[in-house]
């Protein structure tokens, strides 16, 4: 089954959200985080939103980097600004979608 670019939005929000709310992650998490935005950059999905465009290759820049830090704890602290603000631009690009 495919997942339609709202699914993917909604799965990788959640996931994003749940880090944040937990402070906590795992290395399937990070790897997941790194196939929903390399599926969606690679099918074009997302050309009419530009903030979401912008922050994807931040995002997955955050999976990646996930997948080898030492400490999941100071990694998700250390980034939850900059997930608050993938979380509201997903939100928003989910009313285009």
């Known amino acids: 089954m495919k997942l339609t670019v709202n699914n993917q939005l909604t799965l990788l929000h959640d996931i994003l959200d749940e880090q944040k709310e937990e402070n ?20 074009n999905a997302i050309p009419d939103d530009e903030t979401l465009f912008q922050v994807l290759p931040e995002i997955y820049h955050y999976g990646f980097q996930g997948e080898f830090v030492q400490c999941l704890t100071e990694h998700i602290h250390t980034n939850k600004d900059n997930i608050e603000n993938w979380l509201q631009a997903i939100q928003q690009a989910k009313s285009i979608y």
Request: charged share 20%; no cysteine.
């Open 24 to 43: 906590d992650g795992n290395i399937t998490e990070y790897q997941q985080i790194k196939r929903l935005v390399q599926s969606m950059m690679a099918n």
